[in-house]
């Protein structure tokens, strides 16, 4: 009954594939995020859904794509995978954007050899 | 824009002594102000927020901070650290007129508590 999930844990692949992690919530928020945590911890948003409409994207390489299927799901697309795309990805979900609190995944952590 | 900032990279202190972990931030307007932790390997957990009224906000495990509008501050406390508060912990705001402009996180402070 895990409130915010992502799959996969870990994600090990070679520079140029293509990968997906997904992401779920079970809390019933109308809003979903995508964050990038570097190597040095800081934390930066890239996208933002609200009822799978797409409010936020923070200077994203179109490499990535999020789609949102229906409001309890977020995944996240990575074409022409590159080194600097290695990091932790977190989602999180809200029950609206403001002042609501963000709950967080457990992060996927991705490395690109 | 807004900003927030987390002076110090690092806090060591005692168990049992009290902790300080400092954070700034800047807006146009009024803030909505977070403090989240975050434990090795793991997603960050929410700790407390303020929001309107009282300045002093409590939280989980027995965290506070205070809302310092003139300082444009809000710290977080606890009074006897315990080792198990060691872990990394974000401040972060949001404009409260800002539309939809995301929750702007700050670098994160490693708190270390020694036994």
């Known amino acids: 009954d895990t409130a915010v999930s992502q799959t996969p844990k870990y994600l090990v692949t070679q520079m140029g594939n293509d990968k997906s992690i997904k992401c779920e919530q079970n809390?019933?928020?109308?809003?979903m995020y995508w964050y990038k945590q570097d190597s040095k911890k800081f934390l930066k948003i890239m996208f933002s859904?609200?009822?799978?409409?797409?409010?936020i994207n923070e200077t994203v390489p179109n490499r990535f794509s999020p789609k949102s299927p229906d409001k309890a799901h977020l995944n996240l697309h990575i074409n022409s995978l590159e080194l600097g795309d290695s990091a932790v990805y977190f989602c999180?979900?809200?029950?609206?954007?403001?002042?609501?609190?963000?709950?967080f995944g457990p992060g996927t952590r991705l490395l690109v050899l | 824009a807004q900003s927030v900032a987390q002076p110090e990279d690092q806090v060591n202190v005692a168990e049992g002594n009290p902790l300080t972990v400092k954070c700034t931030y800047s807006?146009?307007?009024?803030?909505?102000l977070f403090w989240y932790v975050q434990y090795p390997n793991r997603g960050l957990q929410f700790l407390l927020k303020?929001?309107?009224?009282?300045?002093l906000v409590k939280g989980s495990y027995g965290f506070e901070a205070e809302f310092n509008k003139s300082q444009t501050s809000f710290h977080l406390k606890k009074p006897s650290a315990l080792v198990s508060d060691s872990a990394l912990y974000f401040c972060?705001?949001?404009?409260?007129?800002?539309?939809?402009?995301?929750?702007?996180f700050g670098k994160g402070t490693r708190l270390s508590v020694i036994a």
């Open positions: 303020y929001i309107t009224g009282d300045n």
């Open positions: 809390l019933g928020h109308d809003t």
């Open positions: 859904y609200n009822n799978k409409e797409l409010i």
């Open positions: 807006v146009s307007g009024n803030p909505y």
């Open positions: 999180a979900s809200s029950q609206r954007q403001g002042r609501e609190t963000q709950y």
């Open positions: 972060a705001v949001r404009d409260v007129a800002s539309g939809n402009t995301p929750l702007v």
